[in-house]
T-cell receptor
Framework: SAVISQKPSRDICQRGTSLTIQCQVDSQVTMMFWYRQQPGQSLTLIATANQGSEATYESGFVIDKFPISRPNLTFSTLTVSNMSPEDSSIYLC?????????FGPGTRLLVL | SQQGEEDPQALSIQEGENATMNCSYKTSINNLQWYRQNSGRGLVHLILIRSNEREKHSGRLRVTLDTSKKSSSLLITASRAADTASYFCATVPTNFGNEKLTFGTGTRLTIIP
């Protein structure tokens, strides 16, 4: 199993600003994932973050809006850039482990 | 876009009753998984069923899979107040690595004490 922490747990931001979310894992993992969960909705995969290479983005998500870093096997960041109220969501990171995924507690973002 | 639909979208039952949630998906899968989410927090993995399996049990959970109908069901027996949460099915397609999940729309379960 893996224990995952995220920072911050929640934030309120002004439109036009950027927020960087950190994801820390207690063990080395190959694949990390970033998801967005809009209010009352299911999870949508933003991108897969592999260490040592650029993140792979899903349709509808672009690097300029959601830049991702993966400097080592235990850490990743997701930045939500130039935010608008439509970016208000819960952002979750997860790691793949034996066909399943372990999730962080999420970052609840409100953009005003 | 979501891989599948879940129904019902919301379910309220009395404590002690059984709860059944259904999931339908669209493409061929390697496996199907169920996750629970409490109050907008992180998801917790509940159970995984592979495409060559038809039924699986884990404690009070029973999962079935019908690949011919592209559907799955999650049964929670003898429900408890602590089971109140949102439940999501998630699929791993056959044409991708075994770690990429696509989530269904979710069922919001409320257990009434």
């Amino acid at each position: 199993s893996a224990v995952i922490s995220q920072k911050p747990s929640r934030d309120i931001c002004q439109r036009g600003t950027s927020l960087t979310i950190q994801c820390q894992v207690d063990s080395q993992v190959t694949m990390m994932f970033w998801y967005r969960q809009q209010p009352g909705q299911s999870l949508t995969l933003i991108a897969t973050a592999n260490q040592g290479s650029e993140a792979t983005y899903e349709s509808g998500f672009v690097i300029d809006k959601f830049p991702i870093s993966r400097p080592n096997l235990t850490f990743s960041t997701l930045t939500v850039s130039n935010m608008s109220p439509e970016d208000s969501s819960i952002y979750l990171c997860s790691v793949g482990y034996r066909e399943t995924q372990y999730f962080g507690p999420g970052t609840r973002l409100l953009v005003l | 876009s979501q891989q599948g639909e879940e129904d019902p979208q919301a379910l309220s039952i009395q404590e002690g009753e059984n709860a059944t949630m259904n999931c339908s998906y669209k493409t061929s899968i390697n496996n199907l998984q169920w996750y629970r989410q409490n109050s907008g927090r992180g998801l917790v993995h509940l159970i995984l069923i592979r495409s060559n399996e038809r039924e699986k049990h884990s404690g009070r959970l029973r999962v079935t899979l019908d690949t011919s109908k592209k559907s799955s069901s999650l049964l929670i027996t003898a429900s408890r107040a602590a089971d109140t949460a949102s439940y999501f099915c998630a699929t791993v397609p056959t044409n991708f690595g075994n770690e990429k999940l696509t989530f269904g729309t979710g069922t919001r379960l409320t257990i009434i004490p």
